[in-house]
């Protein structure tokens, strides 16, 4: 009888338990960890190399491990994490690249925070930092770069 249907959306908290329930969530979840932890690792031997080996600026360095971390994460986060290979990657890469920019913005704080502030040694606080701004990073991949 009717040619159109009503879309009604539901309230955040029924998306929230629905998306807890789901298990390819979880492994999205599992698989964006391992991703993350390996660009964690890039992240901070580049930045420890620029520091210690090449006596670069903690922040010069911490720009220089953002860009390479950030390119291994798209790669791997792009085909393994949210396997996304339908998109245009050039389309993901731009919102991708805007989400990592703005999770770095409060890496890179918290960063100068301990570092002149605190007076932390420069590799643990870029270690700190980098944790700091992987929430915002997970929610902004996921809702907004890859989002199917």
């Known amino acids: ?8 959306p539901l309230p955040l908290h029924h998306r ?18 391992v991703v993350g932890l390996l660009g964690y690792l890039v992240n901070n031997a580049v930045f420890a190399l620029c520091v210690h080996v090449l006596s670069i ?6 720009v220089l491990a953002f860009l390479v971390s950030v390119t291994h994460n798209f790669i791997w986060s792009r085909h393994w994490t949210f396997d996304a290979r339908d998109g ?3 389309f993901q ?3 991708f690249f805007t989400v990592s920019v ?27 930092a980098v944790i700091a701004g992987v929430p915002l990073s997970f929610l902004g991949q996921k ?6």
């Open 88 to 90: 245009h990657a050039g």
């Open 1 to 8: 009888m009717y040619d159109e249907a009503t879309v009604v």
């Open 102 to 128: 703005a999770a770095f913005g409060v890496t890179f704080g918290v960063l100068n925070l301990l570092v002149s502030a605190a007076h932390f040694p420069k590799v643990p606080a870029n270690a700190l």
């Open 57 to 62: 600026d903690f922040r010069v360095a911490a």
């Open 93 to 95: 890469a731009a919102r």
């Open 16 to 33: 929230v338990r629905a998306g807890i329930r789901h298990p390819g969530n979880w492994r999205q979840l599992g698989r964006y960890g």
């Open 143 to 148: 809702l907004w770069s890859f989002k199917r």
